[in-house]
C-alpha cells in the first residue's frame, strides 16, 4: 500500500523536488507552503509521516509539532524535522516535544532524503507502535 | 689709663705696695720703739730724756697717723679705680653683647687694652664680625634658594598644566588609581564615559564608580588593577570587548588599558586604567555580524535548490549528456558545493563571534575517530596519488572529551587543507601522541610548507597564505579560524610547524577524558 507524506515546507522549489522525488519512488505526497494549512489539514487527514520544516513565516514549525502531538489518533504519526545547520536549540525543543528524527536541508540531496525516509519508515514499521 | 698689663697684676700691686708701707711703718715704729728704749734703760732718766720721750711719742704718733692714712688712701684709690675700670668693662661688654644679639655685627667694643676685659672685648669683635659675614652669606644663600624654589613652583605647575591640558585632550578615558585602588586622578573623558564629576570620584574606590564585564563574568579588581611591589613598568592588563558598566547607569563597550609606573610604591600610584571607548565600533560590529548572518541565511536556501535540483538533475542524465555539457554541468555542482561551504563557514563565523558556537563535549574514542575520519578522505588523496595514512600509536589511548559533529571539521579542514596543498606523489600523515593530560593530533604534509610571514595570520579570519587566489586552491580563509575557534571550545590548542618546501605539520591537542 502506498504511504502519506504530509510534507509542510515554506520554500516552493525545496518543497516541490522533495515531493517529486518521494512520488518518484512510490509515495504519496502531500505538500502545504503555509504552515496553518498544513496543520489543519494534519488534523484531519490520516498520514505515515509528516515532513515538518521548523522555519515557517507564519507559524513555528514547534507550534505546529505541538498541535499534532496534543491530538488524539494523530499524535503518533511519526515527525521528521527539515532543518537547517545551526538549529541545535530548536531540534533539542523539537525531540522534547516528540519528534521523531531530523534531516539537515543542506547537508542531504532530495534523494538522500528520500533514501532516509525510506529507511525510517521501514525502521519505524518494525517497532510497535504503542 | 691702661697702667696694668691686666687686673690681676693690679691687685698683686696693691698688696705689694700695702705690704711696702706696712713695713715700713712697723720699721719706723721699731725704730721709734728702739730710742724710746735707750731711754727706758737709762739709769738715770733727766727732765730731757722726758721731753726727747715726749717728743718721741708726739712724732711716733703723727707719723703712724701719716702713715695709715697713706695706706688707705693708696689702698682706696687703687681700689675704687679698679673698681670703676672694672664696671666700665663690664658696662661696655654689655652693651656690645646686646648690639651683637640685636644682630649689629658691625659694631665694635671700644675696649682696646690688653687685660681681660679688652681680650674679651677682641674676641667678641672678631666673633661678631665673623657672625656679620656669616650672616650675609646666609641671606644670599637664602635668596637664591628662594629664586629656585620660585622657578621649580612654576615648572612645576606649568608641567600640572600641561599634564591635565593632555589628559582632558585625549579622546581615551584616563583614571590613576593609588595603591588602595582609590581614584587619584579623573580626567574629563572619564567624566563623560561615565557621568560622574571629578568631585564625585577622587579618593573613592573604583569599584564604586565602575563595574568591568568579559561578557558575563564581572573583572575582580585584583584581576585588571593588580598591584604589584617589583617595581614593574609597563602594562599589566589590556583586553578588548569589554563591557564597562558605570555605577551612574551608563554602559559601555570598551577596551580596557592597565598599567604602572616603577616608583608606584614611592609615589602611592598603584594603576593607571586607559579606558576607550568601543561602543560605536562594537555596535557597527554587531551590525555587520548580524548582517553577515541574515545574508547567509538568505543564500543558504537558494543555495539547497540549487544543490538539489543539480543533483537530481544529474542523477536523471547520467550518460546522457556529451562529455562536454557534463564538464560544464560537473564545474555548475563544484561551484554549488564551494558556495555552500563559504556560507557554512560564514554562518559558523558569525555563531562564534556572538558567541553562540556552542560544544556538547563526551568522551569519544579518539584513535577510532580519527582513523574513520582518514578512511573517508583517502578517496581524494587517491585522486591526486597522495599518500595517506594513519599511524596507529603503539600503546593503547585514552578517550577525549569532544564534540564529534564539531571536532570533525577540524580533522577535515586539516586533512583537506593536507591534500589541497600537496602536489601530486606526495604523502600525508597522521597520528596521535600522548602529552600530559591531553593527546594531541598531528596531520604532517610534504607539501611546499607556509611562508615564514604567513605563519602568524595563519589562523585569522580570511586569511589566505599567498593571496585570495593562491595556487588555484579554493578556499575561503575561513577554515582554520573556525578549526581554531572548535580546538579553543574544547579547551585544547592548535598550532603549526611549517618550513618552505619541506612542508607543515599541523597539531591540536584535546583534553583526556577522566
Not at chain 1, 498544513?38 to 521548523?54: E, F, K, Q
Not at chain 2, 656669616?134 to 598644566?161: F, G, W, Y
Request: no cysteine; charged share 20%.
Amino acid at each position: 500500500m502506498e504511504k502519506k507524506i504530509l510534507l509542510i515546507e515554506d520554500d516552493e522549489f525545496i518543497g516541490y523536488i522533495y515531493k517529486r522525488q518521494l512520488e518518484k519512488n512510490g509515495y504519496k505526497v502531500n505538500l502545504f507552503l503555509k504552515g496553518k494549512e498544513g496543520l489543519s489539514d494534519a488534523m484531519t487527514n490520516p498520514y505515515d509521516l509528516i515532513l515538518l520544516d521548523v522555519m515557517l513565516p507564519d507559524i513555528s514549525g514547534i507550534d505546529i509539532l505541538k498541535g499534532i502531538k496534543e491530538k488524539e489518533g494523530i499524535k503518533n504519526t511519526p515527525v521528521l524535522l527539515l532543518t537547517n545547520l545551526g538549529q541545535e536549540e530548536v531540534i533539542k525543543q523539537a525531540f522534547a516535544l516528540g519528534a521523531d528524527g531530523y534531516l539537515i536541508k543542506a547537508s542531504y540531496t532530495p534523494d538522500q532524503i528520500v533514501n532516509e525516509v525510506t529507511m525510517f519508515l521501514k525502521q519505524h514499521q518494525q517497532q510497535p507502535v504503542a | 689709663m691702661k697702667l696694668f698689663k691686666n687686673y690681676r697684676s693690679q691687685l698683686i700691686l696693691v698688696l705689694v705696695l700695702t705690704i711696702v708701707l706696712v713695713f715700713g711703718f712697723g720699721f719706723y715704729v721699731h725704730i721709734a720703739t728702739l730710742n724710746l728704749q735707750v731711754i727706758v734703760n737709762k739709769p738715770i732718766i733727766t727732765q730731757d730724756d722726758v721731753t726727747n720721750f715726749g717728743n718721741i711719742l708726739t712724732s711716733l704718733s703723727r707719723t703712724s697717723f701719716f702713715f695709715l692714712a697713706l695706706i688707705l688712701v693708696v689702698i682706696i684709690t687703687l681700689l675704687i679705680y679698679t673698681v670703676l675700670s672694672l664696671s666700665y668693662s663690664l658696662e661696655e661688654i654689655l652693651k656690645g653683647i646686646q648690639k651683637i644679639g640685636k644682630g649689629d655685627f658691625a659694631y665694635q667694643i671700644p675696649l682696646k687694652g690688653t687685660n681681660e676685659f679688652g681680650q674679651i672685648a677682641q674676641f667678641l669683635n672678631a666673633a661678631s664680625a665673623q657672625l656679620g659675614i656669616a650672616r650675609k652669606e646666609l641671606l644670599k644663600s637664602k635668596e637664591s634658594v628662594e629664586l629656585q624654589i620660585k622657578e621649580r613652583t612654576a615648572q612645576l605647575s606649568a608641567e600640572k598644566n600641561k599634564m591635565s591640558v593632555i589628559l582632558s585632550g585625549i579622546t581615551d578615558s584616563v583614571i590613576a588609581l593609588d595603591l588602595k585602588r582609590n581614584i587619584v586622578m579623573f580626567n574629563t573623558n572619564a567624566e563623560l564615559l561615565t557621568g560622574f564629576t571629578t568631585s564625585q570620584v577622587m579618593g573613592k574606590s573604583i569599584s564604586q564608580v565602575v563595574e568591568f564585564f568579559e561578557g558575563k563574568r564581572s573583572l575582580p579588581i585584583d584581576e585588571y588593577a593588580p598591584v604589584k611591589s617589583d617595581g614593574f613598568e609597563g602594562i599589566v592588563f589590556v583586553k578588548e570587548n569589554v563591557k564597562m558598566a558605570s555605577v551612574k547607569g551608563k554602559d559601555a563597550w570598551v577596551r580596557l588599558t592597565v598599567s604602572q609606573i616603577g616608583e608606584g610604591n614611592q609615589v602611592n600610584l598603584g594603576n593607571i586604567l586607559t579606558i576607550r571607548d568601543r561602543t560605536r565600533e562594537h555596535e557597527l560590529e554587531e551590525m555587520k555580524v548580524d548582517f553577515v548572518s541574515m545574508a547567509a541565511h538568505e543564500l543558504r536556501t537558494p543555495l539547497t535548490s540549487m544543490k538539489g535540483y543539480l543533483s537530481v538533475f544529474m542523477n536523471e542524465n547520467k550518460g546522457k549528456l556529451s562529455q562536454d555539457n557534463q564538464i560544464l554541468i560537473n564545474r555548475v555542482a563544484i561551484s554549488t558545493d564551494l558556495l555552500s561551504g563559504l556560507v557554512e563557514n560564514i554562518l559558523n563565523v558569525s555563531r562564534i563571534e556572538r558567541g553562540v558556537y556552542t560544544v556538547h563535549p563526551a568522551p569519544l574514542d579518539w584513535v577510532q575517530f580519527v582513523s574513520n575520519a582518514v578512511s573517508d578522505v583517502q578517496i581524494r588523496a587517491h585522486e591526486k596519488n597522495l599518500r595517506l595514512t594513519f599511524t596507529q600509536p603503539s600503546e593503547p589511548l585514552p578517550s577525549v572529551i569532544a564534540d564529534k559533529a564539531r571536532i570533525v571539521e577540524v580533522l577535515y579542514n586539516l586533512l583537506s587543507n593536507a591534500i589541497n596543498y600537496t602536489p601530486k606523489d606526495g604523502s600525508i600523515t597522521v597520528w596521535i601522541e600522548r602529552v600530559k593530560d591531553m593527546l594531541v593530533t598531528h596531520v604532517r604534509d610534504t607539501g611546499k610548507g607556509v611562508p615564514k610571514e604567513a605563519l602568524p595570520h595563519l589562523f585569522s579570519k580570511f586569511y589566505r597564505a599567498g593571496g585570495p587566489t593562491s595556487e588555484g586552491v579554493k578556499g575561503t580563509g575561513l577554515g582554520l579560524y573556525i578549526s581554531k575557534s572548535i580546538v579553543e571550545l574544547h579547551k585544547g590548542k592548535i598550532w603549526v610547524e611549517s618550513k618552505e618546501n619541506e612542508g607543515s605539520t599541523f597539531s591540536f591537542s584535546l583534553p583526556i577524558a577522566t
